[in-house]
């Protein structure tokens, strides 16, 4: 019989010939690992922003320079209608009068008749004195609402200014001509407030 240290002596280990993975198996064997993402050049990125930056500002100011044209419109807009309001104003204070001085253009008439069909005697010249008084006022008050006569500085027709009121043919003009004033006409500053009534002569026709 065989001792049994002898018989556990003969047996024999087998060692695997496969090697052990090696470092580059288990690399390869490794999961893919995710890459980061490319970082663009800061070059690039630096002149995207500055660009973008002028841009900006150069549509600032034009819309700041249009603000500012708007708001000088609105300025000339108003001034103006400040000006035509000022100009109304006056034009209104100036001419309001007119239907009023009208009326007393007719009392300064019978003033003027009074005076030229009045007496030129010594007993009537305290009268005459005091009515040509009242007269000299009563004209200060016209001329101080703008109220001014109209003087024939030639004798030439202007309907502008002359409402004939007698035409007569003559041999003796060539063209439309005043004989003579029968009624005084005025003016209201630049306006006018009554026409003068002339007599006219005329060319005579086929002359």
Not at 1 to 6: A, H, I, S, V
Not at 44 to 60: C, N, P, Q, V
Not at 83 to 89: G, L, M, Q, V
Not at 114 to 126: C, I, N, Q, R, Y
Request: hydrophobic share 35%; net charge negative; charged share 40%.
């Amino acid at each position: 019989m065989m001792d049994e240290k002898d018989k556990g002596g003969d047996e024999i280990e087998f060692i695997s010939e496969t090697p052990p993975p090696g470092k580059g198996e288990r690399e390869a064997a490794a999961p893919d690992a995710p890459q980061a993402p490319k970082k663009e050049p800061e070059e690039k990125t630096a002149g995207e922003g500055s660009r973008h930056l002028k841009e900006k500002i150069k549509h600032l100011k034009q819309e700041l320079e249009d603000l500012k044209e708007a708001h000088l419109r609105r300025l000339a807009d108003t001034e103006n209608l400040r000006k035509r309001f000022e100009r109304e104003k006056v034009e209104f204070q100036q001419y309001a009068v007119s239907d009023l001085m009208l009326e007393l253009l007719t009392i300064s008439d019978n003033f003027e008749r009074a005076l030229k069909s009045a007496p030129a005697e010594a007993e009537g010249k305290t009268t005459r004195e005091g009515v040509e008084l009242i007269f000299r006022m009563f004209q200060s008050l016209l001329a101080k609402n703008g109220v001014r006569p109209i003087v024939l500085e030639d004798r030439s027709f202007d309907p502008n200014f002359h409402h004939a009121m007698i035409v007569e043919e003559s041999e003796e003009v060539e063209e439309p001509t005043v004989q003579e004033e029968l009624q005084k006409g005025y003016m209201i500053h630049d306006r006018l407030l009554r026409p003068t009534l002339v007599k006219v002569l005329v060319p005579k026709k086929g002359q």
